[in-house]
């Protein structure tokens, strides 16, 4: 059997079309533990299944967060746990950490082109 994350509430999820990849990060694990876990989910070259794989943890735990893709970049924002923005490269399964002048919780965000409207 392989394995899948753990129940989790106020975690985000974002499709990375570059790769046909769903990608979930964070949120609330048992117990309020606040986690930093980075999963995909793949549909098998059959079409009729998906598979989990365990991704690169970020250095940053938080939920309540948002989180959209801009190419093969992640873009995590605000959430309750931390005050940074995170990128996770899909590409390369690799997190890096930028500064945020504001943090928020329970927000919205989307993108057009390639910008990041919070």
């Known amino acids: 059997m392989t394995e899948k994350p753990s129940p989790r509430a106020f975690h985000s999820s974002a499709l990375c079309q570059e790769r046909d990849t769903v990608y979930f990060f964070g949120g609330r694990g048992k117990g309020d533990e606040i986690l930093s876990e980075t999963w995909s989910l793949t549909k098998n070259s059959d079409g009729r299944l998906w598979s ?67």
Do not use: C
């Not at 250095?59 to 990128?87: L, P």
């Open 52 to 118: 989990w794989s365990r991704k690169a943890d970020s250095d940053q735990k938080r939920y309540q967060h948002t989180a959209d893709f801009i190419d093969n970049e992640m873009i995590v924002f605000g959430g309750r746990g931390n005050t940074n923005f995170s990128i996770f490269n899909a590409k390369t399964n690799a997190w890096t950490e930028e500064t945020t002048p504001e943090n928020r919780s329970r927000h919205a965000s989307w993108v057009v082109g390639r910008s990041l409207f919070v």
